[in-house]
């Protein structure tokens, strides 16, 4: 019979290989079997790092050095094969074999669960997570939100004494963020597993969670304890640590709505668009992107938001129909994104894709952040300036000369919008910008977003978190059911 993990941190910290600050450090906690925690924290103050360090995920010296300890039921975490569950960040991380079915299988094949109950479990934990998709579906088909979900049924197969979370509903749409919270939730209440989440918007699993523990972006705590007594003792200071608190919303405008006689940047007439010709996500569309404004695409997940940011931004040719640019976008006397070479594109539409670690090319950020410029041949004066400058805006400087592989997430996700507005694109394209965002850093990005469409920019922005469209949406595409 499956039963709750006991949780022991002692003195513990986690310095990557090349860095020259540790991800975390000085972390003392226990969490007992069966409680429920919700870990916060700025962005890079170490919360995924913590979360690996729990799975047992860190490696050797030659990825990074450890301090003090991490007891799971008073062994070592890398000992704990099938005790301990995590989902990434990163859902594309979790995806291991290439069928649904097989690849929430995969973990009780490992584990030798009998094969008579595996496809007991692989169907509950599908339905569990609400992916009602058939188990032969390709998981390279899925959408970004469709495989946060795959990950999680292939953790809860498992059934898990202890269940580490990071960012689990950060790509869902609102029906799948309730779908997998009740998931987790139907899990925890059959007593058999620890919780230990993470997730920037803290209002969905306040009244789930029984405790709410916030790591110090210096190392050790900021606050521990149950979660209305954290955020009323504490409310103020976490806010403008970084920490999304109820209660505290972040300071922006709402941008007024765009004209209805705005001209077009990017327009597109009996659209049809996909992955692969032979299975379109959308048809017959007919849209408008106006140009200085901010547009967002909304929708459930499978309905082609991300295919379309895409085909917008030229990196996928169109099915039928065409997008075609402004006259005054055009590259060689050439309209339609789809046909541009990537040098045309570089000034003129820029993307920022789901998966930050996708565009990312140089040893270190200021090299990353220096691509682009180069790439139009600006002189070193102008480019260092360019990259200096981002650096600052998006709170990124200390860690200049760091690897971007080693951020965390949601630094991860400043850096790749940074590189895009390195070259000064008329147009930027970007699918799930605030993912992974703390408070602080959401109000960086969505506040410089919003400058930029004030200097005349176009801004379109694929999402689901309701306070982007609030402060971003002037125009609004709203994508109907599931592909």
């Known amino acids: 019979m499956p039963h709750p993990a006991r949780v022991e941190v002692d003195g513990w910290g986690w310095r990557y290989a090349g860095r020259r600050l540790p991800a975390t450090r000085d972390v003392d906690l226990t969490i007992e079997p069966g409680e429920r925690v919700l870990l916060l924290g700025a962005s890079g103050a170490g919360k995924s790092t913590l979360l690996a360090g729990l799975a047992g995920l860190l490696g050797g010296s030659d990825e990074g050095e450890a301090t003090g300890r991490i007891l799971v039921d008073g062994q070592a975490p890398e000992g704990q094969r099938g005790r301990i569950g995590l989902v ?9 074999l290439s069928k649904v079915g097989d690849d929430v299988a995969f973990g009780c094949e490992n584990l030798g669960v009998p094969p008579d109950l595996i496809p007991v479990r692989v169907a509950e934990a599908l339905a569990s997570v609400g992916l009602d998709v058939p188990l032969e579906r390709r998981t390279a088909a ?20 202890l269940l580490l979370l990071d960012e689990p509903t950060a790509n869902l749409d609102p029906d799948g963020v309730g779908e997998v919270r009740a998931a987790v939730e139907r899990v925890l209440a059959q007593g058999e597993t620890t919780l230990v989440l993470i997730e920037h918007r803290t209002a969905v699993w306040a009244d789930l969670v029984t405790r709410v523990i916030v790591l110090a972006p210096g190392g050790g705590l900021l606050a521990d304890g149950p979660p209305a007594a954290v955020f009323a003792a504490h409310g103020a200071a976490l806010a403008a640590a970084g920490v999304w608190v109820p209660g505290h ?13 705005a001209d077009a940047v990017l327009s597109a007439s009996g659209l049809t668009i996909g992955r692969e010709r032979r299975t379109p996500v959308l048809t017959a569309e007919d849209l ?8 967002v695409i909304t929708g459930p997940n499978g309905a082609g938001k991300s295919t379309l940011a895409l085909t917008l931004a030229g990196l996928l040719s169109e099915i039928d129909g065409e ?34 670690e996708h565009q990312f090319l140089a040893p270190t950020l200021r090299e990353e952040l220096a691509v682009g410029p180069r790439a139009l041949r600006m002189p070193t004066a102008e480019v260092d300036a360019i990259v200096d400058e981002l650096l600052e805006r998006l709170d990124l400087a200390s860690l200049a000369e760091a690897h971007p592989f080693t951020l965390s997430g949601g630094q991860k996700r400043r850096l790749s919008v940074a590189t895009v507005l390195a070259s000064s694109p008329a147009v930027i394209v970007l699918d799930e910008p605030t993912f992974g965002q703390d408070r602080r850093g959401w109000g960086e990005l969505v506040g410089l977003l919003q400058r930029e469409i004030q200097r005349g920019r176009s801004v379109v922005a694929v999402t689901h978190d309701a306070d982007v469209v609030r402060h971003l949406g002037q125009h609004r595409i709203t994508l109907g059911g599931a592909a």
């Open 249 to 261: 919303p972040v300071d922006l405008p709402v941008l007024a709505p765009a004209s209805s006689t």
């Open 88 to 96: 990434l960040q990163d859902p594309e991380a979790g995806v291991v």
């Open 323 to 356: 997008v075609v640019s402004a006259p005054g976008l055009a590259a060689r006397g050439v309209r339609r994104p789809s046909r541009w070479r990537s040098t045309d594109l570089l000034t003129r539409i820029g993307t920022v894709f789901q998966e930050p």
């Open 142 to 161: 899925l959408s970004g939100g469709q495989k946060q979900r795959l990950a999680l049924a292939g953790v809860l197969a498992m059934r898990p004494g």
């Open 288 to 295: 408008v992107i106006p140009e200085g404004a901010g547009t």
